[in-house]
Every structure is written in C-alpha cells, then in structure tokens.
C-alpha cells in the first residue's frame, strides 16, 4: 500500500500563485503514473495534470498556467499553479496509479491523498 498525503493549498487572490506537494510514502516503488485531480462543490473529479516516466500531460484548463514535476528522489510531485482564477478555486487532490500510461480517468487511480482546498478570491 502505498499512502499520499498533500499539502500546499490556501487563499490566493486571483493572478497569484500556489505551489502544492504531494509526498508519497509506503510501497512506492511501482507507482509508475502520478497526478492532480480537482473537485468542484457538488462534482465529480476532474482531471487536472499528470507525469509519468517520460511525459506530462495538462488539461486543456491550466495548460499554459500550472505544471506538474516530480521528484523521484523525495518521493514528492508538485503542481506549481500560476495565474490563478476565481474558477480554479477546489479541493484538490493528488493520485497515483501504477500503470505506466498517463491516464485522465478517476478510476484509473487506485490511491489518493486526502486534498487540499484553495480558493482564489477575486
């Protein structure tokens, strides 16, 4: 098993930035795909941004303004979020999975962190 757990999240006004870290701990060592995943009130999750061994992958609504990394090392991935807007505001949350394909499905990770809301105040 392997457990994530999130940090990071806040109040920002609209144009500012947030940086959000995801340190994984446990069986780690198979989790090949790892990424961000948002959750507005009263929807599901949505994809946000993902990395694997060679490539990332954004949604068409941060691309240009977040960026996903990881460190292999610290065992941790980050999501650097640039140009915040009022509609960024969600809870979000970082997810892993051990396939090597990066895929944008909730149902394709099998392990998540707890979340971490930011608002962005306009």
């Known amino acids: 098993q392997a457990q994530l757990v999130e940090s990071g999240g806040g109040l920002v006004q609209a144009g500012g930035s947030l940086s959000l870290s995801c340190a994984a701990s446990g069986r780690t060592g198979t989790l090949y795909t790892v990424g961000w995943f948002r959750q507005f009130p009263g929807k599901e999750r949505e994809f946000v941004a993902a990395i694997n061994s060679r490539n990332t992958l954004s949604a068409d609504s941060v691309k240009g303004r977040f960026t996903i990394s990881r460190d292999n090392a610290k065992n941790t991935i980050y999501l650097q979020m640039n140009s915040l807007k009022p509609d960024d505001t969600a809870v979000y949350y970082c997810?892993?999975?051990?396939?090597?394909?990066?895929?944008?499905?909730?149902?394709?990770?099998?392990?998540w962190g707890q979340g971490t809301q930011v608002t962005v105040s306009s």
């Open positions: 997810a892993a999975r051990s396939g090597l394909v990066i895929r944008t499905t909730e149902s394709d990770y099998a392990y």
